[in-house]
Protein backbone atom coordinates (compact mmCIF):
# COMPACT_ATOMS: atom_id res chain seq x y z
CA UNK A 1 0.00 0.00 0.00
CA UNK A 2 1.81 3.35 -1.06
CA UNK A 3 1.86 6.45 1.40
CA UNK A 4 -1.57 7.89 0.89
CA UNK A 5 -2.09 11.45 0.72
CA UNK A 6 -6.28 11.84 1.80
CA UNK A 7 -8.29 10.21 4.20
CA UNK A 8 -11.76 10.33 5.53
CA UNK A 9 -13.14 10.26 8.86
CA UNK A 10 -16.60 8.98 9.94
CA UNK A 11 -18.55 7.86 13.08
CA UNK A 12 -21.19 5.43 13.65
CA UNK A 13 -23.69 4.04 15.58
CA UNK A 14 -24.48 4.82 19.23
CA UNK A 15 -22.59 8.47 20.00
CA UNK A 16 -20.10 7.79 22.79
CA UNK A 17 -18.14 10.44 25.02
CA UNK A 18 -14.48 10.12 23.51
CA UNK A 19 -15.78 9.65 19.92
CA UNK A 20 -14.63 13.98 19.55
CA UNK A 21 -11.19 13.22 21.15
CA UNK A 22 -11.10 10.59 18.48
CA UNK A 23 -11.47 12.75 15.57
CA UNK A 24 -9.33 15.36 16.87
CA UNK A 25 -6.32 13.11 17.14
CA UNK A 26 -7.01 11.42 13.47
CA UNK A 27 -6.77 14.77 11.98
CA UNK A 28 -4.32 16.15 13.41
CA UNK A 29 -2.08 12.92 13.13
CA UNK A 30 -3.11 13.09 9.76
CA UNK A 31 -2.04 16.66 9.25
CA UNK A 32 1.47 15.79 10.78
CA UNK A 33 2.10 13.24 7.95
CA UNK A 34 1.27 15.60 4.90
CA UNK A 35 -1.88 13.64 5.17
CA UNK A 36 -5.09 15.66 4.10
CA UNK A 37 -8.33 14.42 5.85
CA UNK A 38 -12.42 15.08 5.16
CA UNK A 39 -15.05 14.30 7.70
CA UNK A 40 -17.62 12.24 6.41
CA UNK A 41 -21.09 13.55 8.29
CA UNK A 42 -23.71 11.20 9.28
CA UNK A 43 -21.37 7.79 9.40
CA UNK A 44 -22.46 5.54 6.41
CA UNK A 45 -25.24 7.01 4.98
CA UNK A 46 -23.37 10.17 4.60
CA UNK A 47 -20.74 8.09 2.52
CA UNK A 48 -23.64 7.47 0.29
CA UNK A 49 -24.92 10.58 0.29
CA UNK A 50 -21.84 12.35 -0.02
CA UNK A 51 -22.07 14.39 2.89
CA UNK A 52 -18.77 15.70 4.20
CA UNK A 53 -16.58 19.03 5.60
CA UNK A 54 -12.78 19.84 5.09
CA UNK A 55 -11.15 18.99 7.97
CA UNK A 56 -8.21 21.19 9.30
CA UNK A 57 -6.06 21.93 12.73
CA UNK A 58 -8.60 24.78 13.58
CA UNK A 59 -11.71 22.78 13.07
CA UNK A 60 -11.27 19.99 15.57
CA UNK A 61 -9.76 22.90 18.14
CA UNK A 62 -11.66 22.58 21.90
CA UNK A 63 -12.75 19.10 21.04
CA UNK A 64 -11.35 17.16 23.88
CA UNK A 65 -14.05 18.01 26.50
CA UNK A 66 -16.68 18.09 24.22
CA UNK A 67 -19.38 14.94 24.33
CA UNK A 68 -21.44 13.69 21.70
CA UNK A 69 -19.91 13.81 17.66
CA UNK A 70 -19.48 16.71 15.52
CA UNK A 71 -19.46 14.53 12.53
CA UNK A 72 -23.16 13.53 13.51
CA UNK A 73 -24.24 9.69 13.83
CA UNK A 74 -26.46 7.51 11.87
CA UNK A 75 -27.01 3.82 11.69
CA UNK A 76 -27.63 3.09 7.55
CA UNK A 77 -29.65 -0.02 6.21
CA UNK A 78 -28.85 1.21 2.43
CA UNK A 79 -25.34 0.48 3.16
CA UNK A 80 -25.42 -3.18 4.16
CA UNK A 81 -26.78 -3.56 0.35
CA UNK A 82 -24.46 -3.83 -2.17
CA UNK A 83 -26.02 -1.17 -3.99
CA UNK A 84 -25.19 1.32 -1.09
CA UNK A 85 -21.89 -0.19 -1.17
CA UNK A 86 -21.30 0.88 -4.13
CA UNK A 87 -22.68 4.30 -3.71
CA UNK A 88 -19.96 4.63 -0.64
CA UNK A 89 -17.13 3.52 -2.97
CA UNK A 90 -18.20 5.74 -5.72
CA UNK A 91 -17.67 9.17 -2.88
CA UNK A 92 -14.29 7.53 -2.09
CA UNK A 93 -13.04 7.77 -5.45
CA UNK A 94 -14.50 10.90 -6.03
CA UNK A 95 -13.31 12.34 -2.96
CA UNK A 96 -9.67 10.99 -3.87
CA UNK A 97 -9.82 9.20 -0.54
CA UNK A 98 -7.35 6.87 -0.27
CA UNK A 99 -8.67 4.93 3.65
CA UNK A 100 -11.55 5.30 5.87
CA UNK A 101 -10.70 5.77 9.90
CA UNK A 102 -14.18 4.51 11.04
CA UNK A 103 -14.99 5.30 15.15
CA UNK A 104 -17.74 3.34 16.22
CA UNK A 105 -18.54 -0.33 17.83
CA UNK A 106 -19.44 -3.92 16.21
CA UNK A 107 -22.07 -2.56 13.32
CA UNK A 108 -19.35 0.19 12.23
CA UNK A 109 -16.76 -2.32 11.98
CA UNK A 110 -18.92 -4.72 9.91
CA UNK A 111 -19.66 -1.70 7.65
CA UNK A 112 -15.75 -1.11 7.96
CA UNK A 113 -15.06 -5.16 6.27
CA UNK A 114 -17.81 -4.37 3.77
CA UNK A 115 -15.97 -1.61 2.25
CA UNK A 116 -12.31 -2.88 2.64
CA UNK A 117 -13.84 -6.21 0.67
CA UNK A 118 -14.58 -3.45 -2.03
CA UNK A 119 -10.73 -2.15 -2.16
CA UNK A 120 -11.17 0.93 0.15
CA UNK A 121 -8.63 0.52 2.77
CA UNK A 122 -10.43 0.91 6.33
CA UNK A 123 -9.13 1.01 10.55
CA UNK A 124 -11.67 0.66 13.12
CA UNK A 125 -11.65 2.72 16.30
CA UNK A 126 -13.71 1.12 19.16
CA UNK A 127 -16.03 3.58 20.54
CA UNK A 128 -18.82 2.27 22.20
CA UNK A 129 -20.38 3.14 26.02
CA UNK A 130 -20.76 -0.91 26.19
CA UNK A 131 -17.58 -1.90 26.15
CA UNK A 132 -18.64 -4.87 24.08
CA UNK A 133 -16.26 -5.23 21.21
CA UNK A 134 -14.53 -8.83 21.43
CA UNK A 135 -11.13 -7.86 20.01
CA UNK A 136 -10.32 -5.26 22.65
CA UNK A 137 -10.12 -4.37 26.47
CA UNK A 138 -11.76 -1.18 26.25
CA UNK A 139 -13.69 1.26 23.89
CA UNK A 140 -14.18 4.80 24.23
CA UNK A 141 -16.90 6.18 26.11
CA UNK A 142 -16.98 3.42 28.86
CA UNK A 143 -15.60 5.16 31.42
CA UNK A 144 -17.69 8.42 30.92
CA UNK A 145 -20.74 6.47 30.90
CA UNK A 146 -19.88 4.85 33.87
CA UNK A 147 -18.92 7.48 36.18
CA UNK A 148 -22.03 9.41 34.98
CA UNK A 149 -24.44 6.69 35.97
CA UNK A 150 -22.20 6.42 39.38
CA UNK A 151 -23.14 10.13 39.99
CA UNK A 152 -26.87 9.98 39.14
CA UNK A 153 -27.29 6.88 41.59
CA UNK A 154 -24.93 8.31 44.23
CA UNK A 155 -27.61 10.87 43.89
CA UNK A 156 -30.72 8.85 44.09
CA UNK A 157 -28.89 6.88 47.25
CA UNK A 158 -29.25 10.48 49.13
CA UNK A 159 -32.86 10.41 48.87
CA UNK A 160 -33.26 7.09 49.18
CA UNK A 161 -31.47 6.86 52.59
CA UNK A 162 -33.91 9.49 53.88
CA UNK A 163 -36.68 7.72 52.81
CA UNK A 164 -35.72 4.05 53.76
CA UNK A 165 -36.65 2.74 50.32
CA UNK A 166 -35.63 0.07 48.01
CA UNK A 167 -34.44 1.78 44.19
CA UNK A 168 -34.48 -0.47 40.89
CA UNK A 169 -31.87 1.49 38.40
CA UNK A 170 -31.69 0.19 34.78
CA UNK A 171 -28.53 1.45 33.10
CA UNK A 172 -27.25 0.78 29.26
CA UNK A 173 -24.65 -2.02 27.87
CA UNK A 174 -27.24 -3.01 25.16
CA UNK A 175 -26.95 -6.92 25.59
CA UNK A 176 -23.77 -7.16 27.83
CA UNK A 177 -23.53 -6.29 31.43
CA UNK A 178 -20.20 -4.63 31.85
CA UNK A 179 -21.71 -1.06 32.67
CA UNK A 180 -24.43 -2.30 35.05
CA UNK A 181 -21.54 -4.76 36.73
CA UNK A 182 -18.87 -1.79 37.17
CA UNK A 183 -21.24 0.74 37.74
CA UNK A 184 -23.49 -1.60 40.27
CA UNK A 185 -19.82 -2.52 42.44
CA UNK A 186 -18.34 1.43 42.31
CA UNK A 187 -22.12 1.99 44.42
CA UNK A 188 -21.84 -1.00 46.38
CA UNK A 189 -25.54 -2.46 44.81
CA UNK A 190 -27.68 -4.70 46.92
CA UNK A 191 -27.66 -6.80 43.59
CA UNK A 192 -26.49 -6.00 39.96
CA UNK A 193 -28.83 -8.03 37.26
CA UNK A 194 -26.45 -8.70 33.90
CA UNK A 195 -27.46 -11.30 30.71
CA UNK A 196 -24.92 -13.02 30.96
CA UNK A 197 -25.83 -14.47 34.32
CA UNK A 198 -28.99 -16.75 34.67
CA UNK A 199 -31.21 -15.18 36.96
CA UNK A 200 -32.44 -16.70 40.17
CA UNK A 201 -34.74 -13.64 41.43
CA UNK A 202 -35.52 -15.17 44.93
CA UNK A 203 -31.55 -16.38 45.23
CA UNK A 204 -29.86 -13.15 43.62
CA UNK A 205 -32.37 -10.11 44.47
CA UNK A 206 -35.17 -11.21 47.36
CA UNK A 207 -32.90 -13.13 49.45
CA UNK A 208 -29.87 -10.45 48.96
CA UNK A 209 -32.77 -7.84 50.05
CA UNK A 210 -33.46 -9.51 53.12
CA UNK A 211 -29.35 -10.54 54.13
CA UNK A 212 -29.14 -6.74 53.73
CA UNK A 213 -32.20 -5.77 56.10
CA UNK A 214 -31.02 -8.74 58.55
CA UNK A 215 -27.38 -6.90 58.60
CA UNK A 216 -28.93 -3.46 59.80
CA UNK A 217 -29.42 -1.58 56.32
CA UNK A 218 -32.81 0.27 55.79
CA UNK A 219 -32.12 1.38 51.93
CA UNK A 220 -31.08 -1.41 48.42
CA UNK A 221 -29.70 -1.15 45.37
CA UNK A 222 -30.51 -3.01 42.49
CA UNK A 223 -29.11 -1.96 39.39
CA UNK A 224 -30.36 -3.79 36.14
CA UNK A 225 -28.54 -4.05 32.63
CA UNK A 226 -31.04 -3.23 30.11
CA UNK A 227 -30.31 -6.68 28.40
CA UNK A 228 -31.37 -8.23 31.61
CA UNK A 229 -34.68 -7.15 31.68
CA UNK A 230 -36.52 -3.89 32.85
CA UNK A 231 -36.64 -1.95 36.00
CA UNK A 232 -40.38 -1.33 36.76
CA UNK A 233 -40.45 -5.31 36.09
CA UNK A 234 -38.01 -6.39 38.26
CA UNK A 235 -39.60 -3.43 40.79
CA UNK A 236 -43.51 -5.46 40.63
CA UNK A 237 -41.96 -8.68 41.91
CA UNK A 238 -39.72 -6.90 44.74
CA UNK A 239 -43.14 -5.50 45.63
CA UNK A 240 -45.20 -9.13 45.21
CA UNK A 241 -42.37 -10.79 47.04
CA UNK A 242 -41.45 -8.38 49.84
CA UNK A 243 -44.24 -5.50 50.49
CA UNK A 244 -42.28 -2.92 49.64
CA UNK A 245 -42.93 -0.39 46.53
CA UNK A 246 -39.25 0.19 44.98
CA UNK A 247 -38.89 3.78 43.24
CA UNK A 248 -37.72 2.83 39.56
CA UNK A 249 -35.37 4.87 37.70
CA UNK A 250 -34.15 4.28 33.82
CA UNK A 251 -30.92 6.27 33.23
CA UNK A 252 -30.97 5.99 29.56
CA UNK A 253 -29.47 8.12 26.90
CA UNK A 254 -28.22 10.59 29.62
CA UNK A 255 -25.44 7.97 30.23
CA UNK A 256 -24.00 8.87 26.49
CA UNK A 257 -24.20 12.58 26.89
CA UNK A 258 -21.55 15.02 29.03
CA UNK A 259 -18.04 15.61 28.45
CA UNK A 260 -15.64 12.54 28.56
CA UNK A 261 -13.41 11.75 31.12
CA UNK A 262 -9.24 11.57 31.75
CA UNK A 263 -8.97 8.02 30.21
CA UNK A 264 -11.98 8.18 27.44
CA UNK A 265 -9.20 11.58 25.91
CA UNK A 266 -6.54 10.17 26.36
CA UNK A 267 -7.29 6.75 25.24
CA UNK A 268 -9.19 8.27 22.28
CA UNK A 269 -6.28 10.33 20.98
CA UNK A 270 -3.78 7.62 21.01
CA UNK A 271 -6.44 5.17 19.19
CA UNK A 272 -6.65 7.85 16.96
CA UNK A 273 -3.46 8.61 16.41
CA UNK A 274 -2.18 4.71 15.68
CA UNK A 275 -5.03 4.54 13.06
CA UNK A 276 -3.47 7.44 11.12
CA UNK A 277 -0.22 5.52 11.99
CA UNK A 278 -1.27 2.50 10.21
CA UNK A 279 -1.74 4.25 7.12
CA UNK A 280 1.07 5.95 7.22
CA UNK A 281 2.98 3.26 7.33
CA UNK A 282 1.04 1.27 4.97
CA UNK A 283 -1.40 -0.77 6.52
CA UNK A 284 -5.08 -0.89 6.27
CA UNK A 285 -7.74 -3.03 7.49
CA UNK A 286 -7.45 -3.48 10.93
CA UNK A 287 -8.91 -2.38 14.22
CA UNK A 288 -6.82 -0.01 16.66
CA UNK A 289 -7.74 -2.18 19.86
CA UNK A 290 -6.48 -2.32 23.51
CA UNK A 291 -4.92 -5.15 25.35
CA UNK A 292 -3.12 -5.64 28.31
CA UNK A 293 -2.40 -2.40 28.66
CA UNK A 294 -1.16 -1.66 25.19
CA UNK A 295 -2.35 -0.70 21.70
CA UNK A 296 -2.55 -2.91 18.76
CA UNK A 297 -3.63 -3.82 15.74
CA UNK A 298 -6.11 -6.93 14.39
CA UNK A 299 -7.39 -7.20 11.29
CA UNK A 300 -10.66 -6.55 10.76
CA UNK A 301 -11.79 -9.61 9.52
CA UNK A 302 -10.06 -11.51 12.96
CA UNK A 303 -11.79 -8.95 15.14
CA UNK A 304 -15.19 -9.57 14.15
CA UNK A 305 -14.89 -13.10 15.03
CA UNK A 306 -13.35 -12.12 18.70
CA UNK A 307 -15.32 -12.52 21.79
CA UNK A 308 -15.60 -10.84 24.85
CA UNK A 309 -16.79 -12.46 28.24
CA UNK A 310 -17.76 -10.53 31.32
CA UNK A 311 -15.56 -11.37 33.94
CA UNK A 312 -18.25 -13.25 36.99
CA UNK A 313 -15.70 -13.53 39.55
CA UNK A 314 -16.68 -9.73 40.05
CA UNK A 315 -20.00 -10.63 41.28
CA UNK A 316 -18.00 -12.44 44.29
CA UNK A 317 -15.97 -9.27 44.75
CA UNK A 318 -19.16 -7.39 44.80
CA UNK A 319 -20.76 -9.95 47.52
CA UNK A 320 -17.58 -9.62 50.20
CA UNK A 321 -18.03 -5.90 49.95
CA UNK A 322 -21.92 -5.81 50.42
CA UNK A 323 -21.95 -9.14 52.78
CA UNK A 324 -18.67 -10.14 54.18
CA UNK A 325 -19.18 -13.53 52.39
CA UNK A 326 -19.67 -14.97 48.33
CA UNK A 327 -24.07 -15.54 48.28
CA UNK A 328 -23.25 -17.37 45.82
CA UNK A 329 -20.70 -20.00 45.29
CA UNK A 330 -21.41 -21.00 41.78
CA UNK A 331 -20.29 -18.03 40.18
Known amino acids: MAMIKRIGVLTSGGDAPGMNAAVRAVVRAALAHGIECVGIRR ?30 TARSEEFMTEKGQEKAVATCRMLGLEGVVAIGGD ?30 NYTIGFDSACNTAIECIDKLRDTMQSHERCSVVEVMGRNAGFLALYVGTAVGA ?52 LGIKPTISVIGHIQRGGAPTG ?38 EEALTMKKHLQMDRYKIMEVMQFGTNLDKDL
Open 107 to 136: GTFRGALALSRKGIPVVGIPATIDNDVGCT
Open 43 to 72: GWQGLINTDFVQMTRASVGHLLSRGGTILY
Open 263 to 300: RDRETATRMGYYAVEAFAEGRGNCIIATQEGSIVEIPI
Open 190 to 241: TAVLVPEHKLDFEKDVIERIRASRLAGYTHFMIVVAEGAGKAHEVGDKIQEA
